[in-house]
């Protein structure tokens, strides 16, 4: 079984690590077509680790016919134009914007949380995949949730500059670098400085104070998970590459122990338990990078709830957070619903 895959956005960060993971994954493609703006047609990019090369092509001129799974990495602006283009062709598209993730009948998937939901992608032709912080955290709470039901999540992230693309890397770059030069430490991609510092601010503030990160992560959570988690949300830029943390507090309708969290999460799927509960017995978001598990170290028990567990848990944004939940789904789409001749 062979898919013809597209990927849009294919010179960003995100494009280019879902090119990685197609062939790292060894991921069915017959054609692969690497697409961007009219200012990158032409330019080369790897694809694979044998030598294979792409040519970037113009998104503006593609036509999608022929193309079996779509993979859309270039912001909610080339979503809204383009992804209807794709999915009317007979494209299945797999949206990493926010665009089209709250939209009733485009199922957001997380390929270990909610597998089923994928069900529903026929009716638009497009699959959303969530938020970057939402992702690890519901990988983490999924075990937990079906053991002893989650009544409320307080979380507190702590989020790298890839997570606002290259612009924010080649920042902090620059900052570092002229605060040890004595250079002027100029912000344009933040609202204040992030080399040695902290920003408790990520996307637009909303009425209600909260920032539209903040919402994003209690929203899609409901959509991923159902109605009765509810997730109350601080989301925090700080001067990391790549790799997000979250502080997660989570409170249960049941009993759930320590011991029994412990080994819940070290069977669950796409999980890697790392709580040795010494110096450095836990993962930071440096050792994450690359790999494509989600990592939770520090669990132990809330003494100020009932029903409380806190853990720490740790993903490589780039990776769970966009590209390979991305290709997870379309692994699931081709073993579910699409059917192509090798």
């Known amino acids: 079984m062979a898919y013809n895959v597209a990927v849009v956005g294919a010179t960003g960060s995100v494009g280019r690590e879902m090119l990685n993971i197609l062939a790292e994954r060894q991921f069915p493609v017959g054609i692969v077509s690497a697409l961007a703006s009219a200012r990158s047609q032409g330019d080369i990019i790897d694809f694979g680790e044998d030598g294979q090369t792409l040519k970037v092509q113009n998104l503006e001129h593609f036509d999608f016919t022929g193309t079996d799974i779509a993979l859309f990495a270039a912001g909610s602006e080339v979503s809204k ?3 209807p283009i794709a999915a ?5 598209v797999i949206d990493n914007s926010s665009l089209f993730r709250m939209e009733r009948d485009v199922p957001l998937i997380v390929p ?6 994928i069900d529903g992608y026929a009716k638009r032709g497009i699959i959303a995949n969530p938020n970057c912080s939402t992702a690890q955290m519901v990988v983490a709470l999924k075990p937990l949730h079906d053991a002893a039901t989650i009544k409320r999540v ?3 992230t702590y989020q790298s500059v890839s997570g606002a693309g290259k ?12 605060v040890f030069v004595g250079d002027p430490k100029e912000a344009s991609k933040f609202t ?3 080399a040695f510092n902290v920003i408790p601010h990520i996307d637009s503030f909303m009425a209600d104070g909260f920032t539209r990160e903040e919402w994003k992560m209690a929203a899609e959570t409901v959509k991923i998970m159902g109605p009765e988690v509810r997730v ?3 989301c925090v830029r700080v001067p990391v590459f790549v790799g997000h943390s979250e502080a997660i507090a989570v409170e249960f309708e049941r009993p759930l122990s320590v011991e029994t969290a412990r080994s819940l999460l070290r069977e669950a799927p796409g999980l890697m338990l790392v709580d040795k509960r010494e110096d450095g017995g836990y993962v930071t978001p440096l050792e994450a990078v690359g790999e ?3 990592y939770v170290s520090r669990v132990r028990a809330d003494p100020t709830v009932p029903h409380g567990l806190l853990l720490w848990c740790v993903s490589d944004n780039l990776r769970k957070g966009a590209a390979l939940n991305a290709v997870q789904i379309a692994e699931l789409l081709g073993r579910r619903h699409l059917k192509k001749a090798a």
């Open 81 to 83: 134009r383009y992804a």
């Open 232 to 234: 109350v949300a601080t």
């Open 167 to 178: 612009a924010g890397m080649d920042e902090l770059f620059e900052q570092s670098r002229a």
């Open 192 to 194: 204040k400085q992030i």
């Open 112 to 117: 270990e949380v909610n597998p089923h939901a």
């Open 154 to 156: 307080v979380v507190a």
């Open 292 to 294: 494509y598990a989600t």
């Open 88 to 92: 009317k062709a007979g494209a299945v």
